[in-house]
């Protein structure tokens, strides 16, 4: 089919674009600058200039396919709230030109917070009424009228450039000479591989299923001890624990997420799709850190 994918030129866009094209769908990939078509029109998309900002545009292209995939989103950790705002209306915007149709709208959401601490998240989980995220993807896709929507929940998603939240952490250790988790380092992360978020994206839009919620994830949860110390041995960096106390000087916005469990489940996203991830762990991953990109 011809699917419309946001955030096409971005680190899951690119090879969620390259696994469509490679499954013989056509894709209409956003992009925002010359940089940006020059990318997709190399993998064999067509491109649509555009931007989450601009409305227009989003549902200029979601008017010109039978399926979007929304994977954009404003990485401004400094305005998150803002980003978060720019997310619901380009959704709501989105949804505005699919509704009445049979076209599905996949939305990107997150698996943190939807489970109490030691807790897996699953995909039975509801996001609750109270969560204190500003990020409302998949409150506002799950709510609209007569489309039909789904989820993508995803993990920490990595290579060896970038590593979810992780990335940051990666950044703090060579700025700081130092890699730090807090406490015993005893809370997990979950997380899976980029080739098999993609691969799952395909999947997902494949199975045309409204209303369903799929968790992204290889590791239920890797602890932050063995991350830090992945970390230092890639970067050449002592490891040392930090207090609670400590964790905000040494992570910045970072310290709200580095001792809290991020768990959560495949089981059922596994069994609903046949996904079977196959990439690098993310212990592995970090131990083959860029370090001129990270």
């Known amino acids: 089919m011809r699917v419309f994918v946001t955030g096409a030129t971005g680190f899951v866009g690119i090879p969620t674009v390259k696994e469509l094209i490679g499954a013989g769908h056509k894709v209409l990939g956003m992009a925002r600058s010359e940089e940006g078509e020059k990318s997709l029109a190399g993998i064999g998309a067509d491109v649509h200039r555009g931007s989450l900002e601009d409305l227009e545009s989003l549902r200029t292209g979601a008017a010109a396919a039978e399926a979007v995939i929304h994977l954009g989103f404003v990485h401004d950790w400094s305005n998150f709230a803002q980003s978060c705002e720019i997310d619901r209306r380009a959704i709501e915007a989105l949804g505005s030109v699919l509704a009445g149709s049979d076209r599905l709208l996949m939305v990107t959401s997150g698996t943190a917070g939807l489970a109490g601490p030691g807790q ?175």
């Open 120 to 294: 897996l998240a699953t995909e039975e989980d509801d996001v609750s009424p109270d969560f204190p995220s500003p990020r409302v993807s998949e409150q506002t896709a799950l709510s609209l009228k007569d489309v039909r929507a789904s989820v993508v929940r995803l993990p920490q998603v990595h290579n060896t450039v970038r590593q979810g939240l992780l990335t940051y952490a990666v950044a703090m250790a060579r700025e700081k000479g130092v890699s730090a988790y807090v406490g015993e380092g005893r809370n997990r992360w979950a997380a899976a591989h980029i080739s098999d978020v993609a691969r799952l994206y395909r999947l997902a839009l494949e199975k045309n299923e409204a209303g369903a919620k799929y968790h992204a994830v290889d590791e239920e949860g890797v602890p932050m001890l063995d991350i830090a110390h992945a970390i230092g041995r890639s970067l050449k960096v002592p490891v040392k624990s930090i207090s609670a106390e400590e964790a905000p000087a040494h992570f910045g916005w970072l310290a709200m997420f580095a001792s809290h469990d991020l768990v959560a489940s495949s089981e059922k996203t596994r069994k609903m799709l046949g996904w079977n991830p196959v990439g690098p762990g993310l212990i592995a991953d970090l131990e083959r850190v860029d370090v001129a990109d990270s």
